[in-house]
C-alpha cells in the first residue's frame, strides 16, 4: 500500500479468476507451506474480477508465508509446554462471494 500511496507502483487491473490468482500464490509460496495442507473453496462462479494480478498475487503471497510463520511457532509452543492447545485460523471474506483460504498445521 504505501508503494501504491508513494506512486512508485502503478496499479493495472485487469478481469481474473481469484482461484487462479490464488493457486499461483499458493504455488509460489511452497518453500513455506510446505508442511502445512492449504485448503482454497471457491464459491461458484468464479466470475472474472478486476485486480492487478502481480500487486494482489504478492499481497496473498505474504499473507499465506505469515500464516505459515505463525503456524510453525504456535506448533513450537505446543510442543514446548507439552501439547498446550493453542490454534490459529483465518477466513478472508469480501463482499463479493469469492473464497475463504485457510491453511491448516
Same mark, same amino acid.
Given at each position: 500500500m504505501?508503494?501504491?500511496d508513494a506512486n512508485v507502483v502503478q496499479v493495472r487491473a485487469e478481469p481474473h479468476h481469484i482461484r487462479t490468482?490464488?493457486?499461483q500464490a499458493?504455488?509460489?509460496s511452497q +518453500?513455506?507451506?510446505a508442511n502445512h495442507?492449504?485448503?482454497i473453496a471457491i464459491e461458484e462462479p468464479d466470475? =472474472?474480477?478486476w485486480f492487478d494480478p502481480h500487486l494482489l498475487g504478492r499481497v496473498f503471497r505474504h499473507l499465506l508465508e505469515n500464516a505459515a510463520r505463525i503456524l510453525r511457532r504456535a506448533a513450537a509452543s505446543?510442543? +514446548?509446554a507439552g501439547g498446550l492447545e493453542t490454534g490459529w485460523s483465518s477466513a478472508w471474506k469480501t463482499?463479493? =462471494?469469492v473464497s475463504t483460504p485457510s491453511i491448516c498445521p
Open positions: 504505501a508503494e501504491i490468482l490464488l493457486d499458493v504455488e509460489n +518453500a513455506a507451506l495442507r492449504v485448503v466470475d =472474472p474480477a505446543r510442543s +514446548a463482499t463479493a =462471494p
